[in-house]
């Protein structure tokens, strides 16, 4: 069985920095695309990043595009997202997911085409 657990998250003021790290068990890493989603109180949860399974394809969000950066290591079968000059509009709860079967290039930006998911961890970033 495939398990995802997310770390990192916590309260940072507005232009911190924090980085999430998502390990993944159950099943070989390299396997699986890999990506970030989060879910603000009242909305509906959104894609972040995306990273593809050799790591080297990434998509953004325009709303953290050259603030955040997505990144995998293999060997330890996790994967980060780096969040810089963080807002107080980035505070959410914060998603690993994990899509299998898909060549080793491709990302994916779509919520519904996951196959697993954490639980995820509270980002706060106060102004």
């Known amino acids: 069985q495939v398990q995802l657990v997310e770390s990192g998250g916590g309260l940072v003021q507005a232009g911190g920095s924090l980085r999430l790290s998502c390990a993944v068990s159950?099943?070989?890493?390299?396997?699986?695309?890999m990506g970030w989603f989060r879910q603000a109180p009242g909305k509906e949860r959104e894609f972040v990043a995306a990273i593809s399974r050799s790591g080297t394809n990434t998509y953004y969000a325009n709303s953290v595009k050259g603030r955040f950066t997505i990144s995998r290591d293999n060997a330890k079968n996790t994967v980060y997202l780096q969040m810089n000059s963080l807002k107080p509009e980035d505070t959410a709860v914060y998603y690993c997911a994990a899509k299998s079967d898909l060549h080793i290039m491709v990302v994916v930006t779509t919520r519904s085409a996951y196959d697993y998911w954490g639980q995820g961890t509270q980002v706060t970033v106060s102004s």
């Open positions: 159950g099943r070989t890493f390299s396997s699986y695309a």
